[in-house]
């Protein structure tokens, strides 16, 4: 997915509603003026990634992105830049995000949280097999498009790895043990966080809240999460395979890989042939008026503060 023609500029595009708003930066719904196609542009704020010394993660964000194709997974476009911000023109998916829907039901049931987490395991059988980790999967990072079935977004924390990283970058409650003990680590964080995704999904919460950062890192580096009765016995067991604190016996790390999850009794008889196609029917359908319909989103003020332009051109020159 690419635009053509001339370089991009903020004049291709009509700026509408803001979609998302992040730290330093929005997603905001945008049309492009000549054909008025609907897209998202990744607006961020260059003062702010600066500050937070996020540059090298942004531009990592933008390659990693411009290189990928799959269907659970916001397809890249283009970027531009001016004085104070830059610009990643995306996808639209104009379902809304995940966390709202998780939110609104609670909890899902079992059927339900097995569709999801199926798309899951396909994203990271991917992005592995590319040698990228992903290391933030959490609901805010899932939107649903308009056929209800996910799409992956911010790959700030994305990093190709061919072995172990040492770099921190992640989600706390979605952390693995090996990254808050500073061991190194590799694509197993995410089949971690995959164990984390799917109690969330079932149980309402992470395995390991609490009130105290502290008291979250101390439950994760014991690894003993407790399972409300109500949960799936072989959801359970996925689970705990998942949350398995010794990488050496922890399910997707081992020699098989991902196909140790997509065949764990859990997903027995589920149709993994008809998911990329987008034949199974999604267990929640977005209301959609129209294709330029923002309603799934919450609504965001326009952000008063003035601009700061950065004169570093060096800094962003990769992006």
């Known amino acids: 997915m690419a635009l053509s023609g001339s370089p991009l500029s903020l004049e291709n595009f009509e700026i ?5 708003a992040g730290s330093f930066g929005r997603l905001k719904y945008a049309t492009h003026k000549e054909d008025g196609e609907p897209w998202s542009i990744k607006i961020t704020k260059k ?3 600066i500050r937070l010394g996020q540059v090298d993660y942004v531009i990592s964000e933008k390659t990693i992105l411009s290189n990928l194709d799959h269907p659970f997974i916001i397809k890249f476009a283009g970027t531009f830049q001016d004085a104070c911000y830059l610009y990643m023109v995306l996808e639209c998916v104009m379902g809304g995000d995940f966390l709202a829907q998780l939110q609104c039901a609670q909890r899902f049931d079992n059927n339900q949280a097995k569709f999801y987490a199926a798309q899951v395991v396909l994203i990271f059988e991917y992005l592995h097999s590319q040698d990228i980790i992903y290391r ?10 308009r056929r209800g079935y996910l799409k992956l977004i911010d790959f700030r924390c994305a990093k190709r790895v061919a072995f172990k990283t040492f770099t921190l970058c992640g989600t706390e409650d979605y952390m693995a043990p090996e990254e808050l003990l500073s061991k190194g680590h590799g694509k197993g964080v995410d089949w971690w966080a995959m164990g984390i995704f799917n109690y969330e999904m079932i149980a309402g919460q992470t395995p390991f809240a609490a009130d105290d950062p502290v008291e979250i890192c101390k439950k994760i580096i014991i690894g003993k999460p407790v399972f409300p009765r109500f949960i799936d016995p072989q959801a359970k067991s ?6 398995t604190v010794d990488l050496t016996r922890r ?3 081992l020699r098989r890989g991902s196909a140790d999850v997509k065949q764990h009794k859990w997903f027995r008889g589920f149709s993994w042939e008809l998911l990329t196609p987008r034949e199974i029917s999604a267990p929640i359908i977005p209301r959609m008026k129209s294709d330029d319909d923002t309603s ?9 503060e003035e601009p700061v332009e950065i004169d570093e051109p060096k ?4 992006f």
């Open 47 to 49: 003062a702010e990634a």
């Open 136 to 145: 933030d999967l959490k609901p805010e990072n899932l939107l649903l498009d």
């Open 238 to 243: 996925l689970i705990k395979k998942l949350l």
């Open 315 to 318: 800094l962003f020159a990769e």
């Open 16 to 20: 509408g509603v803001t979609l998302i």
């Open 296 to 304: 799934n989103f919450d609504s965001y003020p326009d952000s008063m």
């Open 251 to 253: 399910c997707g790390c």
